[in-house]
């Protein structure tokens, strides 16, 4: 494989990710796997790459990220599929938990003298000055 200059190859590069969108399928986004779907822009990682990685390393990297065109087979769409729904679903109780969280925050610091006051009933020799127990 004959491997142009930095520039060449993010050039390159750029024009072979032009149309995609997060969720295609790219070969050797990272250098030890094969394939993956993206999870950001390819620009984001190609400015990765010309930033962040070894100099030396980095014509290779771009050279070797490109999309994949080819049709998979059935039985990867599949799991593909199933993958895509749990990280839908996993995403969905991230964001109610960081509700339930901020709910929680909220109930806290309205509370926090009720608590303080218990605190000091229940735990009469605790240290605790309002911040931490040193």
């Known amino acids: 494989m004959k491997v142009g200059t930095i520039e060449e190859e993010a050039t390159l590069c750029r024009a072979a990710f032009k149309d995609s969108k997060i969720g295609d399928l790219a070969w050797c986004v990272h250098h030890q796997t094969l394939y993956e779907p993206l999870t950001e822009p390819a620009e984001s990682r190609i400015q990765y790459i ?14 070797e990220m490109r999309p994949v065109k080819g049709k998979l087979p059935a039985k990867l769409d599949a799991a593909r599929a199933k993958l895509d729904a ?10 109610e938990l960081d509700a339930a969280r901020a709910e929680w925050d909220a109930a806290g610091d309205k509370y926090k003298p009720v608590l303080e006051a218990l605190h000091v009933v229940e735990c009469p020799d605790s240290t605790w000055n309002g911040t931490s127990i040193f």
């Open 50 to 63: 010309l930033t962040g990685k070894l100099e030396k390393e980095r014509a290779h990297r771009l050279r």
């Open 86 to 95: 749990a990280r839908a679903k996993l995403d969905a109780a991230r964001a």
